[in-house]
């Protein structure tokens, strides 16, 4: 599918022979956290305390001979909506090797700097993963584009389970998705063989629109996005693409491509964005000049998926009115030990327009 973004943001598509196998559009939706629903029923001493209800004023034969279904509707019902936010971390060590073993204990959560209960604890090195790879094919990264695709076509043999699923985008001055969500090696070649160069980026809007397609998945979401950090035409911006990735938590990896000879045309403002974007979703940012660098980007990412945490909390009473909820992580470091803990930053409580 070819895709592109109208003004502020809304997105349309038109079919493509390279999308065509995948068909449909994106999703438009997203997958919130989990939501649990609370029924809470007045209690009968509540119930008799009200003079205005019918209830409260009727003898106590006169109740006993009153159907189920008419003693439900006198009953006032109150539905409260509890919000579980998930939060995916990384602990790293002092070489940036993940820590594994730890437990609940290990973790203190924060949400607007209070704490919070831990209600699900888990490592998630099982759970399915869902991830977005984002190829640039602009004019700016063509002498390096075929090394990219080998490397990320050894990252895709490497990280797929029959649990997981990979979508592959391309983006130029358009972005195309190639592959919908599949765990078939076969058929992410096939898409990764049909990468065509392009001329100008659209970066934001392939973070926007990757954050999209990952937005109705469930479990964790990933997107990796390898480029140099250029953009020219897109038209939406950093703080909508930033936000897209929120909502959708996703977990943005960035793989920054550097030309080797000099630093002349670099977009450092599209680098430093990229930076920014991988810290507040949790993820991490990599910059490489050559298929080495590029091989063990992917290899570290791959291992930072098999080993995260799953911190998992009802959050307590708010205290502030912002839609914007901030949140912190700390990890309980051994004497001696110099650990890092990753995880976003916060979330929405509502949806963008």
Same mark, same amino acid.
């Given at each position: ?193 049909? @990468?065509? #160069?392009?001329? /100008?980026? &659209?970066?934001? *809007?392939?973070?926007?629109?990757? %954050?999209?397609?990952?937005?109705? $998945? ?38 920054? @491509?550097? #030309?080797?000879? /000099?630093? &002349?045309?670099? *977009?450092?403002?599209?680098?430093? %964005?990229?930076?920014?974007?991988? $810290? ?38 708010? @205290? ?14 051994? %004497? ?18």
């Amino acid at each position: 599918m070819h895709f592109g973004l109208g003004t502020r943001g809304a997105v349309g598509c038109r079919p493509s022979l390279l999308g065509r196998e995948g068909g449909g559009a994106l999703p438009r939706g997203r997958f919130g956290a989990l939501t649990l629903a609370c029924v809470i029923l007045l209690m009968p001493w509540s119930v008799a305390q009200q003079t205005d209800n019918p209830l409260a004023q009727m003898p106590e034969a006169q109740k006993a001979r009153q159907s189920p279904a008419d003693q439900d509707q006198s009953s006032p019902t109150f539905r409260v909506n509890v919000k579980l936010v998930n939060v995916f971390a990384t602990v790293v060590d002092q070489n940036g090797a993940p820590v594994g073993g730890l437990i609940k204990q290990d973790f203190t959560v924060y949400e607007d700097d209070k704490p919070q209960k831990i209600a699900v604890f888990n490592r998630e090195s099982g759970l399915p993963l869902s991830i977005v790879l984002e190829v640039d094919t602009s004019l700016s990264t063509h002498k390096d584009l075929q090394l990219e695709l080998q490397s990320a076509r050894r990252f895709t043999h490497t990280i797929l389970r029959p649990v997981d699923a990979l979508a592959l985008f391309q983006f130029s001055e358009i972005v195309d998705e190639l592959t919908p969500f599949t765990s078939d090696l076969r058929r992410i070649d096939n898409a990764i063989d049909h @990468v065509h #160069p392009g001329a /100008a980026t &659209a970066m934001y *809007d392939a973070l926007y629109l990757g %954050a999209r397609a990952l937005g109705r $998945r469930q479990g964790r979401k990933v997107m990796v996005v390898i480029t140099d950090g250029g953009d020219t035409v897109s038209t939406t911006d950093y703080s909508q693409a930033l936000r897209s990735a929120q909502e959708a938590e996703a977990i943005v990896y960035s793989i920054i @491509v550097v #030309p080797i000879e /000099a630093d &002349a045309g670099r *977009d450092t403002g599209g680098e430093h %964005a990229l930076i920014q974007i991988s $810290r507040d979703t949790g993820g991490k940012y990599f910059y490489a000049e050559g298929i080495n660098q590029l091989d063990e980007a992917f290899r570290k990412i791959s291992d930072e998926l098999r080993t995260q945490y799953l911190l998992a909390y009802y959050p307590s009473e708010r @205290v502030t009115d912002s839609d914007f909820r901030r949140i912190k992580v700390l990890v309980n470091t051994p %004497a001696g030990k110099d650990w890092t803990v990753r995880a976003r930053t916060g979330y929405y409580t509502s949806k963008a327009e």
